[in-house]
């Protein structure tokens, strides 16, 4: 037992402690216990009533990012990443904001529209989309189509019985630096066709031969985690010239520009992130030099942010199983979760910090590593990182940035179920999405 424990009048003569908002939702916060709240609800409630592991999204926190791009972009049309993390109630809020949504899949798909997402505004993605996905897009009447080989292009023209928008893929080689799986813009990658190949130009003039399929823009990705928008600026210049071409080649007007998401979030205090202020001056000052050296109309352009809105919307609560002290190695805070329900840091290296959820400490810490319960070694959640050194088994830790590819990405390796996503906003929480049991993983296992 603590000292403010024993005695809490101690505590009214303290500092009051503070969370970093550029990691945490802004509306975290220390109640009078000492224990962190989000969305006006303690995370040690929500870890008794839902248990742990738990992914905790505030809602109030998703919308306020939704409303930074239409603030900052109100000539853009914003499109929600749906891979970054998509629940039906995530994907109405967005749309309540007025964000249009891009799927990758059939399931993603199914769930925009079961959230009331108006079809029109749904943008399909994906570098090999099967032929029943193209099929339920088209039979759903989504706005947008991206192409994204010449193999499509055949599937889609067999498919539509009415013109259907399409942008074209394109790579602008542009290398963002970072982790090889992460940067997409450069021409030696799966994804679209590079700029400027005879591949990008094959597949232009077959999709303006096309009746059925209208060709309106084109589509770039540059990578993840970019917070240089300069990178941005660039491709509007290669992508606009680009465009121009078409139109003196073809006499075809393009008036659409997607320009993909992959806009940096802190994780860890003092991470880089996208300046959404710098990005929108820097991307009108390349749109304005672009349109007029090529003597081009300025297209509509897009952008889509995924992590960008949702993951420092989430927080994930674990419990402390046990403290390892290795003599001469490190000390491990072994927690009830791990790679299951956060798979990043395995395949990206990525970098979390975590704190106790349940109090706030006020003596000596540690420097300690937080593992997962999994039967790897590589099952780390943190590294490095400083908890209070008289932490004890059945406390909560809690990550935050995780609302981004985490449910999404988990898995029930292990037989282990996937961890509920608990929603909170104005003192209220309410499941999203219900813990996977085991119960459900038989019911797929037909023996």
């Known amino acids: 037992m603590t000292l403010l424990e024993i005695f809490p009048s101690l505590r009214s003569g303290m500092p009051s402690p503070r969370v970093d908002t550029a990691v945490w939702p802004c509306d975290t916060h220390y109640d009078d216990l000492g224990r962190i709240t989000v969305g006006g609800v303690a995370l040690a409630d929500l870890a008794d009533q839902y248990g742990t592991p738990a992914y905790v999204l505030d809602e109030a926190e998703v919308r306020r990012r939704c409303r930074a791009y239409r603030k900052h972009f109100p000539d853009a049309e914003i499109i929600y990443a749906a891979k970054a993390m998509l629940t039906k109630s995530v994907a109405a809020w967005v749309r309540e904001e007025g964000l249009s949504v891009d799927v990758c899949s059939g399931g993603e798909l199914a769930i925009a529209l079961a959230a009331g997402v108006d079809p029109q505004r749904i943008v399909l993605h994906g570098s090999g989309k099967p032929f029943a996905e193209l099929e339920a897009a088209v039979a759903a009447g989504v706005g947008r189509i991206v192409i994204d080989s010449l193999t499509e292009i055949t599937l889609l023209s067999a498919l539509v019985s009415r013109p259907q928008q399409v942008l074209l893929r394109l790579s602008p080689d542009i290398d963002v630096h970072g982790h090889p799986a992460v940067k997409t813009g450069v021409a030696d990658q799966k994804f679209g066709f590079p700029l400027g190949s005879a591949q990008a130009a094959e ?102 942010p995924g992590r960008a809105i949702v993951a420092r919307a989430g927080v994930t609560l674990y419990r402390v199983m046990t403290i390892k002290h290795v003599e001469g ?41 937080v593992a997962g319960r999994y039967c790897e070694a590589g099952d780390i959640l943190v590294t490095d ?54 119960a459900d993983l038989l019911a797929r296992d037909l023996g």
């Open 385 to 438: 990182v400083r908890l209070p050194a008289d932490l004890r088994p059945g406390e909560i830790l809690a990550i935050p940035c995780t609302g981004a590819y985490h449910h999404s990405l988990a898995s029930s390796y292990n037989g282990v179920g996937r961890p509920p996503v608990i929603g909170v906003h104005e003192g209220r929480c309410r499941e999203l999405v219900r813990r996977e049991t085991s």
């Open 203 to 304: 597949a232009i003039e077959r999709v303006l031969r096309q009746p059925g399929l209208d060709l309106v823009g084109f589509h770039c990705h540059l990578g993840s985690q970019i917070h240089d928008p300069d990178h941005y600026g660039e491709a509007v210049r290669r992508l606009v010239s680009e465009m121009s071409r078409v139109r003196a080649q073809y006499d075809a007007l393009l008036t659409h520009l997607d320009l993909g998401g992959g806009h940096a979030v802190a994780y860890r205090s003092g991470d880089a992130e996208m300046n959404l202020y710098e990005l929108a001056d820097i991307l009108d000052d390349a749109l304005d030099a672009a349109c007029a050296r090529n003597r081009f109309p300025r297209p509509v352009i897009a952008l889509e």
């Open 329 to 369: 190695g490190r000390t491990y805070v072994i927690v009830d979760g791990g790679m299951n329900d956060n798979p990043r840091v395995a395949l990206y290296g990525a970098r979390y910090d975590a704190v106790v959820a349940n109090r706030h400490p006020t003596g000596p810490h540690m420097t300690a590593t």
